[in-house]
């Protein structure tokens, strides 16, 4: 029997994913983005529905109609919120498997999780532990839930190279979210000494103090990288890091790197800075001129 998938979200992990996974019929994907109720973004996201070739659908309910695989890829503020509009629409296959690879704080998964139990389906605290390009469906994925084993052979059937880490909702996250504590902090600590040495006429002077006490590190690279991670990203990964502050509160830690880093990612996103080309300097250039 052919496994039915629905997508909910069909940003870019979705668009890499199905293009990474290249079936035969990708009409047996539905597609739903809540763009496509926009007036401003419907075209835009018709547009990309029909080059991935999947079957598009006009509202949560038939998307979810009949699908053995929903993968909820959307952001990290809405993701409870569409657990809970799919539990409440009666659409959820029983045993369908509901697959969370947005980034969330353990509890807020749980909280997910509890919904789409109740609706009958298997909740999988799908964690995507890299960025979707170029890997695409390759990307390394951690997988926890009770039912992660029966979500790792679904995965597998499709060409991925999930790992399963636990039984238990919140196991995957976990690891994702602290992973970000380090990897989304550093964008923010570039973002806060670059942009403030550029602006200062010392960057010359700090980048060279920094390639000699830390030669292994390609700061110029790196902060490139990394500044147009933000510029382009920054609105997700600020999301993504208010999760991450609970989930160190959650520890009876405090969060002020990261809750830091969520207002770095947020202030260099709302720029809307034009990434340009690959150079540090033209890119912190770009981003001053709008702050």
């Not at 547009?47 to 509202?59: E, K, L, S």
């Amino acid at each position: 029997m052919t496994t039915r998938i629905a997508m909910i979200g069909f940003g870019e992990a979705a668009t890499a994913f199905v293009s990474g996974w290249a079936l035969d019929d990708p009409t047996r994907i539905t597609a739903f983005d809540v763009k496509i109720t926009m007036q401003d973004q419907h075209a835009a996201m018709a547009a990309r529905q029909a080059a991935h070739g999947v079957t598009p659908a006009p509202d949560l309910a038939r998307a979810l109609k009949d699908a053995d695989l929903v993968f909820c890829l959307i952001t990290a503020d809405r993701a409870a919120e569409a657990a809970m509009a799919a539990a409440a629409s009666g659409a959820l296959k029983p045993g369908a498997l509901w697959l969370d690879g947005n980034s969330c704080a353990p509890d807020t998964k749980r909280h997910a999780a509890t919904a789409i139990e109740g609706a009958g389906a298997h909740y999988i605290d799908m964690a995507i532990m890299a960025p979707v390009h170029p890997k695409k469906h390759l990307v390394p994925v951690k997988l926890a839930a009770p039912k992660a084993e029966a979500a790792a052979l679904a995965l597998a059937a499709l060409g991925m190279h999930p790992e399963v880490v636990g039984d238990t909702v919140g196991a995957a996250s976990t690891i994702k979210m602290l992973r970000s504590v380090m990897i989304k902090g550093l964008e923010a600590l570039v973002a806060e000494c670059f942009l403030s040495a550029r602006r200062a006429g010392v960057e010359q002077q700090v980048i060279a103090s920094l390639e000699a006490s830390d030669p292994d590190i390609a700061w110029r690279k790196r902060g490139a990288y990394n500044i147009e991670r933000m510029v382009v990203h920054g609105a997700r990964r600020a999301a993504e890091l208010r999760e991450v502050a609970k989930t160190v509160e959650g520890l009876g830690l405090y969060p002020g790197l990261s809750s830091a880093t969520a207002q770095w990612q947020d202030i260099v996103a709302a720029t809307h800075a034009d990434p340009g080309e690959d150079d540090l300097i033209a890119r912190l250039d770009r981003v001053l001129a709008r702050l």
